[in-house]
Each structure stands twice: as structure tokens, then as C-alpha cells.
């Protein structure tokens, strides 16, 4: 169990969750933890969750995206509150994690909450002062649903750092950046070419990583160089 | 439904095998076909989950918790190598 010290507002529709965890065996960016929450009948439900933090950071942070008809989101945004307990299962997986050993250059493409696991790579890439280029490309509906937006810009200052983001539904009229969904022109735009070798990792809902896996595919990218993570709703 | 990769059930393996199995390799009975676990075809269903070959669609895995104890069938799996 881990003590939850912090609920932080992200956007309207998703928080992150601070937590002090106790006898964290420390985690690798990119890496996962299953949160389990028994009802008092002995139900459970159980769902993944991407470590938001840096292995650097004081506290392990979860940010969850209310799902609609949801069964463990909207307790954790509605109902957790600071000083409540989490049963956590983690850190989980190796696949999608990344560390500067494992060189670059980086291209990371989140799709709406699927940029938690980036926000852990980010930080650790600056933590860690690596020197391997990084390019992030963050679509969301709108700018109000994009998370982590300041600190994503904050991000960007440092060298070798670049985020760009796409708003797939509104914008703001003034907008500069690209409008729409991630396509093969944005992804050309934005990636190294194949000759250079990006390591590339995709994650946000299964039809957006699949779509952006097959455009990169498409382009002359080696799939092996490509890593993927998808999420959605759970079916019962 | 949309299908989820093998990331979700990496929490499941690793209790099971006692360490990550996200990018250990396993290849299809059926089409013969090496994937990583991570990019399986994984289906939720509770209590349990169906995992696909995604290049033939064959049922690689399923694995079903009950009671909090998770039990896995592999019989799709023709063989695997660990992560390198």
C-alpha cells in the first residue's frame, strides 16, 4: 500500500496523484504500476497505470484520465483524497522503458493521456543531463485537454529538447501549432529521417499508436526501432 | 473491441514468471511468426484475458484471475526466448 499525499488537477478530466511510496524498489522511465481497489463486498478491479514521475523525483506520481463509464477512474478522481491508501502492483515492464544507454535519437508521440509515460522520460532525460536530441509530438482534442502544458514548455527551453502539440478537435485562433490528427506530413516534419535511426515509442488509445506506427512503418522506419503502448476502455 | 497490446497483462506475468516478460520473445503455433509479449493482441475479458498472434490472429495465451490468483494458458506459444 502507498499513502496518496496530493491530488493535482491536471485538467478538467484528469488528475495526478502524488504519492509517498514506502519501500519502492525505484522504477525505470517508461515504466507501469496496476492499482487494485477492493470494494468492501471483496470486488475488485484492477487497472495499469503509467509512472508520470522520474525515477529522480521524491514521489511517484499516476496521472488518470476520467474514462466515460469507468470503473476505477472516477473513484480515483472523485472519491481519493490525500492521506487515503493505494494497493499498487509495480513497477511493471521493460519493453517501453527508455534510459540514455539506449541511445537515440528519440522520438516520443503521445496521444491524450498517453503522455504520462514521456513526462517520466522527459524528466529523466533532463535529471539524468542526458545529450541525446528529443522530439515530442502530443496530440489532444484541445488545448484545454492537453496535460502537463506548462511544464512540457518549460521542458522545451532546454537544449535538444522539442514539443510540438496537435489539437485534433478546437484550437484557439491565434493557434501556430498543427491542426488535426498526427499524419504521415506532420510525422515527416517532425521525425529524423529513417537514415538516421530514431528510437521511436508510441503511446495513447489503440487506434491512434496503431495509425502512427503504420504511418512510420510506411515512411521506411524499422519497426524493430519502434515501441508501442496502447490503452482504452477495458471491456467486462 | 478494441484490442490492448501486452503491456497489460505484464503485471499478471510478472508474478507469474517472478520477473518482466514485456520483451521476451514468443513465437506462434499456428503461423510461426516471433513477437514480443509487449506487442501481443491482448483482449480484456473478465475474469481473464485473451491474447492474439497479431500476425494470424491465433489465440496465443489466455489467462484468467480468479480469487486473486491468475492461472495462464500457453498453449499457442510454440516457444519463447528470454529478453536479450
Redesign the interface.
Known amino acids: 500500500m502507498v499513502g496518496v499525499l496530493e491530488l493535482v488537477e491536471e485538467t478538467p478530466q484528469a488528475k495526478s496523484i502524488v504519492l509517498e511510496p514506502r519501500d519502492w524498489p525505484g522504477h525505470r522511465a517508461g515504466q507501469?504500476?496496476?492499482v487494485r481497489l477492493t470494494a468492501p463486498d471483496g470486488y475488485?478491479a484492477?487497472r495499469?497505470y503509467s509512472i508520470a514521475s522520474a525515477p529522480e523525483d521524491d514521489h511517484l506520481v499516476l496521472t488518470v484520465q476520467r474514462l466515460a463509464d469507468g470503473e476505477v477512474s472516477p473513484y480515483l478522481l472523485d472519491v481519493l483524497g490525500p492521506g487515503d491508501e493505494l494497493e499498487l502492483?509495480?513497477p511493471?515492464?521493460?519493453?517501453?522503458v527508455w534510459e540514455e544507454s539506449l541511445g537515440g535519437p528519440l522520438l516520443l508521440i503521445a496521444g491524450g493521456s498517453g503522455i504520462a509515460p514521456f513526462r517520466s522520460v522527459l524528466r529523466h532525460g533532463v535529471a539524468a543531463h542526458s545529450s541525446i536530441p528529443v522530439r515530442l509530438v502530443y496530440s489532444a482534442r484541445s488545448l484545454a485537454e492537453v496535460i502537463y502544458r506548462e511544464e512540457l514548455m518549460r521542458l522545451a527551453d532546454h537544449d535538444g529538447v522539442d514539443v510540438r502539440f496537435t489539437l485534433t478537435r478546437e484550437w484557439p485562433e491565434d493557434w501556430t501549432g498543427h491542426r488535426g490528427r498526427i499524419d504521415r506530413e506532420l510525422l515527416q516534419d517532425v521525425s529524423w529521417p529513417p537514415s538516421e535511426q530514431p528510437r521511436i515509442y508510441i503511446c495513447g488509445?489503440?487506434?491512434f499508436v496503431e495509425a502512427a506506427a503504420n504511418t512510420l512503418v510506411g515512411s521506411g522506419h524499422d519497426p524493430s526501432r519502434i515501441?508501442?503502448?496502447?490503452?482504452?476502455?477495458?471491456?467486462? | 473491441?478494441?484490442?490492448?497490446?501486452?503491456?497489460?497483462i505484464?503485471?499478471d506475468l510478472?508474478?507469474l514468471f517472478g520477473h518482466?516478460m514485456?520483451?521476451a520473445r514468443g513465437s506462434c503455433r499456428n503461423c510461426g511468426d516471433s513477437h514480443?509479449?509487449?506487442?501481443l493482441r491482448v483482449?480484456?475479458?473478465?475474469p481473464g484475458a485473451v491474447v492474439r498472434c497479431p500476425s494470424c490472429g491465433n489465440v496465443v495465451m489466455v489467462l484468467v484471475t480468479i480469487r486473486?490468483e491468475t492461472r495462464i494458458d500457453m498453449r499457442g506459444i510454440g516457444g519463447m526466448e528470454p529478453?536479450h
Open positions: 507501469h504500476v496496476d475488485q484492477q495499469s502492483r509495480g511493471i515492464g521493460g519493453y517501453f488509445p489503440s487506434a515501441r508501442t503502448e496502447r490503452f482504452g476502455p477495458t471491456g467486462t | 473491441m478494441e484490442a490492448l497490446d501486452g503491456n497489460a505484464a503485471g510478472q508474478e518482466d514485456t520483451a514480443m509479449i509487449a506487442e483482449y480484456l475479458r473478465a486473486g529478453a
